[in-house]
């Protein structure tokens, strides 16, 4: 049917051997292009999706984004090139030349010697229209093709740079990364509903469990980073955790990501609450100074006013106690001391009858213990809270939630 | 008993509030210690466990290690300084003067002028004894006490050192980084058994599902990254997978990580296979900028002889297929180019009674569809083929496997 054929057609010139009379043209993202310092007229080739089209007499416009930036390219091309499959969404592969553009709104613009279309889009189904901007809300109907929404399309390229600003800063600081384990046999802390795990064949035979033992899926990576804190002094873990928490609010996700520290030899809350500041403020830095584009877009049209507000939450760092809740989002950090008496402990175990399970846990307090003490970021939250994006199913590209798991 | 006593009093001292008369001293790591450039007898602070005591007669020598280094910090004290509670394994904060070191063996030491233990081991049953090197059979039963070996500490600091590398590989390449959803209902593949997941509350009556479908634990997170190389062009993931394998052999685990990439206009197999090499090369040459001495002690006590068959393994790359596997560690990449064509897959699924459930998939190849591939790397594998370490149990923090998830 409609993109059947223009595939095949891609796929066929794909899988035939290509014999280039010419040297080809060096390939280069939509980022690097409007980035190009010289446009001394050497040919490129840029691939990427249609985002708009606009037809005069002479001439032909199209802006091609291929997800690197926010921004398009806008490309130049005689008319002759105009066709009815040159149509919002489809994906295309331009040659030609990067010039400065006599247009204010960009420096770089591309004449284009070629056009290829790659893949047809059948405009007519497409949930997404030229130039409309759909409420979050109506996108998230559309779990597979929301990412080429604006919209989606700057928060999850600002999630993937906050990302490695998390990563970056605990490095720098000297931290030992950890992957805390998804499925664990502690069902400590009691913190709300479970998630357990069997494999598919054995769902319904629970006692034979394939570990031996019940096990879960992760509620915290905390029990495990004391151990690890106990020789590496600093460690911290950036992964999934999960709640079956009955709740389609727009607080709450059944799998979320949290980044978690411990940090032995602490000597107060103030110690942690300085790791915590330093961790906000410099993931928000680069965040900002990575993708002002994507953030204002957020801003601006997402949240107005959310700028303000972001900088007025950071002050709250001066004067917030360890657990740090952010108005409209909730606990953006929870962050203790941990028990180091070893005898307390002990005998908090044996009153839950828990001394067997956890004598682990009792051994670290036995074998060269150290005061310390963690706290966990809440990913989605932070998110949520730099960003004023109202719903948590906005910020993380596949919400997990009661009654939902599509795709 | 034996450490709650001065874990007590640590805790006190702790607690009570600090009233430095002097200038308090600078804290560092190991590490930075070591590092020190200038050891102009300012006075510093180190905090960490006891590796080793020789005492003699006039002197004695500690060294000290906190895990930010395979190499510990020579402290040389009076011999006043003795006591039975200076021990392997206790932990103490020592404060004095880095000064250069006579021997031959450390630039730096520290003179130390203040040693307070901070946390005794009860050496008798801790089960590591000073100076000896047990082997991994025997430390893997210790999986909360393991971490303070020489072995798992410079495995644990190799495999954060990758976990960075590889994000900063590619960012650096212009990928955006995806939390791919760690439960989900597609079952495809049909790779192995599947681990499905219940509220623990549920898991009696599957017929009520959370997430009003069954729901599993990713195998992979392929088909999630095709829906965002759709906008990205270039997109990653690196987090754990899932498989409900009923083996406890040395090369299974039920819960392992994977880097996996795909990538949007691709032209060959050889497109990919450039970008799983450069990923390869890149990680391990960081790696071994990184961490020498902790990889010289994997390649000379874990698997001697192990550094030049690292490097005969990486030549394979240039004549491999798109799956790679490595002599006794198995597949550790594997690739290919996905398939295009709109009415083959549609037939295909047509004919598993999947077309409804998979609409999405072919949604993709609807709306703007590109030549598309993409790969995959087990990342203990990866660590087990540069490290040459035999069992896959001794490169993730906390095994899970049939008939054990302990802690």
């Given at each position: 049917?409609?993109?059947?054929r223009?595939?095949?057609?891609?796929?066929?010139s794909?899988?035939?051997?290509?014999?280039?009379?010419?040297?080809?043209?060096?390939?280069?993202?939509?980022?690097?292009?409007?980035?190009?310092?010289?446009?001394?007229?050497?040919?490129?080739?840029?691939?990427?999706?249609?985002?708009?089209?606009?037809?005069?007499?002479?001439?032909?416009?199209?802006?091609?984004?291929?997800?690197?930036?926010?921004?398009?390219?806008?490309?130049?091309?005689?008319?002759?090139?105009?066709?009815?499959?040159?149509?919002?969404?489809?994906?295309?592969?331009?040659?030609?030349?990067?010039?400065?553009?006599?247009?204010?709104?960009?420096?770089?613009?591309?004449?284009?010697?070629?056009?290829?279309?790659?893949?047809?889009?059948?405009?007519?189904?497409?949930?997404?229209?030229?130039?409309?901007?759909?409420?979050?809300?109506?996108?998230?109907?559309?779990?597979?093709?929301?990412?080429?929404?604006?919209?989606?399309?700057?928060?999850?390229?600002?999630?993937?740079?906050?990302?490695?600003?998390?990563?970056?800063?605990?490095?720098?600081?000297?931290?030992?990364?950890?992957?805390?384990?998804?499925?664990?046999?502690?069902?400590?802390?009691?913190?709300?509903?479970?998630?357990?795990?069997?494999?598919?064949?054995?769902?319904?035979?629970?006692?034979?469990?394939?570990?031996?033992?019940?096990?879960?899926?992760?509620?915290?990576?905390?029990?495990?980073?004391?151990v690890?804190?106990?020789a590496?002094?600093?460690?911290?873990?950036?992964?999934?955790?999960?709640?079956?928490?009955?709740?389609q609010?727009?607080?709450?996700?059944?799998?979320?990501?949290?980044?978690?520290?411990?940090i032995?030899?602490?000597?107060?809350?103030?110690?942690?609450?300085?790791?915590?500041?330093?961790?906000?403020?410099?993931?928000?830095?680069?965040?900002?100074s990575?993708?002002p584009?994507?953030?204002?877009?957020?801003?601006?049209?997402?949240?107005?006013?959310?700028?303000?507000?972001?900088?007025?939450?950071?002050?709250?760092?001066?004067?917030?106690?360890?657990?740090?809740?952010?108005?409209?989002?909730?606990?953006?950090?929870?962050?203790s001391?941990?028990?180091?008496?070893?005898?307390?402990?002990?005998?908090?175990?044996?009153?839950?009858?828990?001394t067997?399970?956890?004598?682990?846990?009792?051994?670290?307090?036995?074998f060269?213990?150290?005061?310390?003490?963690?706290?966990?970021?809440?990913?989605?939250?932070?998110?949520?809270?730099?960003?004023?994006?109202?719903?948590?199913?906005?910020?993380?590209?596949?919400?997990?939630?009661?009654h939902?798991?599509?795709?």
């Amino acid at each position: 049917m409609f993109g059947a054929r223009c595939l095949l057609r891609a796929l066929r010139s794909c899988s035939s051997a290509p014999c280039p009379r010419h040297k080809p043209s060096a390939r280069l993202s939509v980022r690097d292009a409007l980035g190009a310092r010289s446009t001394n007229g050497e040919r490129v080739k840029v691939q990427g999706w249609i985002r708009s089209v606009r037809s005069q007499k002479e001439v032909l416009f199209l802006h091609i984004n291929d997800g690197s930036s926010l921004e398009s390219l806008q490309v130049v091309a005689d008319s002759s090139f105009d066709s009815r499959e040159l149509a919002f969404g489809s994906s295309v592969e331009v040659q030609g030349q990067l010039v400065k553009s006599p247009s204010k709104k960009q420096n770089v613009e591309m004449k284009a010697e070629k056009i290829e279309i790659v893949g047809n889009c059948d405009t007519k189904a497409f949930p997404f229209k030229y130039k409309e901007r759909p409420p979050l809300e109506y996108v998230r109907q559309y779990p597979h093709l929301r990412c080429r929404t604006n919209a989606l399309g700057s928060i999850l390229r600002i999630r993937s740079e906050a990302t490695a600003a998390i990563h970056s800063f605990f490095k720098d600081s000297g931290f030992v990364h950890i992957h805390t384990p998804i499925i664990t046999s502690n069902d400590c802390e009691g913190a709300g509903e479970l998630f357990q795990v069997e494999p598919s064949s054995k769902i319904k035979v629970p006692e034979e469990n394939f570990f031996n033992v019940p096990a879960f899926l992760t509620v915290s990576g905390q029990l495990h980073l004391e151990v690890m804190s106990g020789a590496f002094t600093q460690v911290f873990t950036f992964g999934p955790t999960f709640r079956a928490e009955n709740s389609q609010s727009r607080r709450h996700l059944a799998e979320f990501y949290m980044v978690e520290a411990e940090i032995s030899f602490v000597e107060s809350l103030q110690d942690l609450m300085r790791v915590m500041e330093r961790l906000f403020k410099t993931a928000t830095m680069t965040v900002l100074s990575n993708c002002p584009e994507d953030v204002e877009l957020c801003h601006k049209f997402i949240a107005p006013g959310q700028k303000v507000r972001t900088y007025a939450k950071k002050q709250l760092f001066n004067v917030a106690a360890v657990d740090l809740l952010v108005p409209g989002v909730g606990e953006l950090f929870g962050g203790s001391l941990r028990e180091e008496r070893y005898h307390f402990l002990e005998q908090r175990l044996a009153r839950l009858g828990l001394t067997e399970a956890y004598q682990w846990y009792l051994d670290l307090r036995r074998f060269g213990s150290v005061p310390h003490g963690g706290f966990g970021m809440g990913f989605e939250r932070y998110l949520q809270c730099i960003l004023g994006i109202d719903n948590i199913k906005d910020v993380i590209p596949f919400p997990r939630f009661t009654h939902s798991c599509v795709l």
